[in-house]
């Protein structure tokens, strides 16, 4: 196994999941990593492990670098099991190492692996001398659990944050200036909207936290590490943490006979008419964590669904439940959709905007059956109506 040294004497010793397609819910077409890294000092220290089934390359990784039996302390930022699924392997073979986490992460380890492990609590502020380098401990609750905490190298100018920061991007190269500049935005920003987005003022206190430190790189738990584009990146986190989006729209629809797919259709056509950039992301071709990596950029969604047992279609209940659970904030949002009798379906999905606090600008259109060609350029209209009206703010 190839040894990775990232800086001198830190090592890269995570596993890559070239074959992952989904992690929990979240659709994962380029694979992920778990990543680990194995500092070299007086005192051996791991910081996070991998997923359990990723252990043996992560056991041949470190034993490309030291025994792993003389591994001094395991640092878990992070209980969630593609960190820390590798543990219980690996301390049958460290038998003397100590974990050191947060509080929280105390109690979450032993609620996951009912153990009796040796563990040594650390909070905000704490250090941890391991010989030339001392570890400095942050906790930054909720990005992603609220066990998580990142470890900070000093002297090495490395900060390692866990999830913040990461990308679910399965590559064999591992630094950000190795891999396509639109893979690793766009996948920044996926990872972004399908995990952080729920806990924005958290991040913006992370962000205030990380940007005091000396940094030169950032090594997260997922995908590659930042070292070429630090600014960019933590700027992009602000501007996501914050809510700030661009003014462009998107139409975010599924249909039963292509009623709504008219409609959502029409209102593209007077959204372009009006200047205004357009997606369209039907549900039935684009799964729901793509489409929210263009919520996580786009302040107008238009939401068409028809009406199926006086309900939405399923897959649009799917979507509106996922996309309230991560909350985007300071939308501008309206309903359409076609019904044949009853019509709740269109309601249902302006009062889920409504708990969001989104801004209502048009109130929501459905059509009976089949739209005519006076009713689609009515449609048409209300795109334009909405497109003008948000263009020029
Ligand atoms: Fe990558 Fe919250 O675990």
Redesign the pocket.
Known sequence: MDRIEIKPGIFWVGGIDWDLRD?HGYKTQRGST?NAYLIIDEKITLVDTVKHYLFDEMLARIEAVVDPSKIDYIVSN?V????TGGLPKLLKIATNAKIITSENGEKGLKRHYKEDWDLQVVKTGDTLNIGKRTLHFVSIPMV??PD?MVTYVAEDKLLLP??AF?QHLATSERFDDEVGQDIIWEEAAKYYAN?VLPFGPQVVKALDVVETLDVDMIGP??GIIWRSHIPKLLQKYRKWATHQTENKALIVYDTMWDSTRKMAHKLKEGLLESGFHVSMRCLKSTDISDVMTDVLSTKLILIGSPTLNNNMLPSMGAFLTYLKGLWPKDRAGMAFGSYGWGGQSIGQIEEIMKEMKWEIPLEFIRIKYIPDEDELEKVKQMGRELGDRYRER
């Open positions: 992690f778990y992070h969630e099991m593609d960190h992603h659990w998580s866990n999830d990461g995990i738990s997922h």
